[in-house]
């Protein structure tokens, strides 16, 4: 299984569960963004975000976050590596 990363400009929260949009997050008390992830959780189809994670965006699309994901709805744990889900 894999998370489906989509192209848009704002998060459609219609998303179905494992597709995730790309999106810019200001970093706080500075002027810098990074771009983090809108995760339709695979398990529960509920809204997570991933500011607080580091992203390894690679040469084709995939992302690898660390450290691992913890859904706040429905407490699904996994990792990401190059976009495929890992429990
Ligand atoms: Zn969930």
């Not at 219609?14 to 983090?36: C, F, L, R």
């Not at 695979?42 to 690898?64: A, I, N, P, R």
């Not at 709805?73 to 889900?85: G, K, L």
Request: hydrophobic content about 30%; aromatic content about 10%; glycine content about 6%.
């Amino acid at each position: 299984m894999q998370i489906t990363i989509l192209v848009g400009e704002k998060p459609d929260y219609q998303m179905k569960p494992g597709e995730a949009y790309k999106v810019k997050w200001h970093i706080e008390n500075s002027d810098q963004t990074k771009d983090i992830l809108v995760v339709c959780c695979y398990k529960c189809g509920k809204t997570g975000w991933t500011m607080e994670h580091d992203h390894q965006w690679h040469d084709d699309g995939t992302v690898t976050i660390n450290p691992s994901m913890l859904c706040p709805h429905c407490n699904a744990h996994y990792f990401v590596r190059a976009s495929q889900i890992v429990e």
